[in-house]
């Protein structure tokens, strides 16, 4: 199982970025979902989380994340997006996804992304 983070990139303040994590290889099942992201020298911090109900699923954000971001995912390509709006410098960091996975031996664990930088700069 692996998750594949795209999406980052360099962008002026004010501007948008749409982040996807797509959950690939063999696996029976992709549960809960969630963006992090990490300041330098720094732990890693929610900024949204989504379930896999019904709906387009229960969504939770961080503070400074509400009103801006919205997380959304698409079950049949088992992947999670992160639109970005109105971003400010310090949005600045690497963002990851994780995601809950049930492989083929049954038992659900967790797994990271690799990582995108998002820069927001002028």
């Known amino acids: 199982v692996q998750l594949q983070a795209s999406g980052g990139g360099l962008v002026q303040p004010g501007g948008s970025l749409r982040l996807s994590c797509a959950v690939r290889?063999?696996?029976?099942?992709?549960?809960?979902m969630a963006w992090y992201r990490q300041f330098p020298e720094k732990q890693r911090e929610l900024v949204a989380s989504?379930?896999?109900?019904?709906?387009?699923?229960?969504?939770k954000y961080g503070d400074f994340a509400k009103g801006r971001f919205t997380v959304s995912r698409d079950n049949a390509e088992n992947t999670m997006y992160l639109q970005m709006n109105s971003l400010k410098p310090e949005d600045t960091a690497v963002y990851y996804c994780?995601?809950?996975?049930?492989?083929?031996?049954?038992?659900?664990?967790?797994?990271w992304g690799q990582g995108t930088q998002v820069t927001v700069s002028s």
């Open positions: 994780n995601a809950e996975v049930r492989p083929p031996d049954g038992l659900v664990r967790n797994y």
């Open positions: 290889g063999n696996f029976f099942g992709v549960y809960d």
């Open positions: 989504i379930n896999n109900g019904h709906n387009g699923g229960d969504k």
